[in-house]
């Protein structure tokens, strides 16, 4: 499964962004899909992940309230709507995808598969 990030840039600190990731795969449905970030000099961190059909999804203590991931099933995307946005929200963010297991794992050595990552500044 190939990822295909966008959607990042700069916002102004309660400012608002929206992430997509669209996967190369007609099997969508089986695919959990999750957005990390990693800021500079910190470890890459779960924001938030959604079960292959879309009936569970989970947030990061740092994402919740705040930000929105659903996914599409006939354009094989997932997406990020990001409100409310904080400086600290800055970083590189990555969807990532991991065969359905039935539960959403905030590990990213759990998905093996990556997109090449789209860059959110927020400023202050």
């Known amino acids: 499964v190939q990822l295909q990030a966008s959607g990042g840039g700069l916002a102004q600190a309660g400012g608002s962004l929206r992430l997509s990731c669209t996967a190369s795969?007609?099997?969508?449905?089986?695919?959990?899909m999750a957005w990390f970030r990693q800021a500079p000099g910190k470890e890459r961190e779960f924001v938030a992940g959604?079960?292959?059909?879309?009936?569970?999804?989970s947030y990061g203590e740092s994402a919740k309230g705040r930000f929105t991931i659903s996914r599409a099933g006939a354009t094989s995307t997932v997406y990020l709507q990001m409100n409310s946005l904080k400086p600290e929200d800055t970083g590189a963010y990555y969807c990532?995808?991991?065969?359905?297991?039935?539960?959403?794992?905030?590990?990213?050595?759990?998905?093996?598969?990556w997109g090449q990552g789209t860059q959110v500044t927020v400023s202050s």
């Open positions: 990532a995808a991991a065969a359905y297991r039935g539960y959403l794992s905030l590990s990213d050595t759990m998905y093996p598969y």
């Open positions: 959604i079960t292959g059909r879309g009936l569970t999804s």
């Open positions: 795969t007609r099997t969508f449905g089986i695919y959990d």
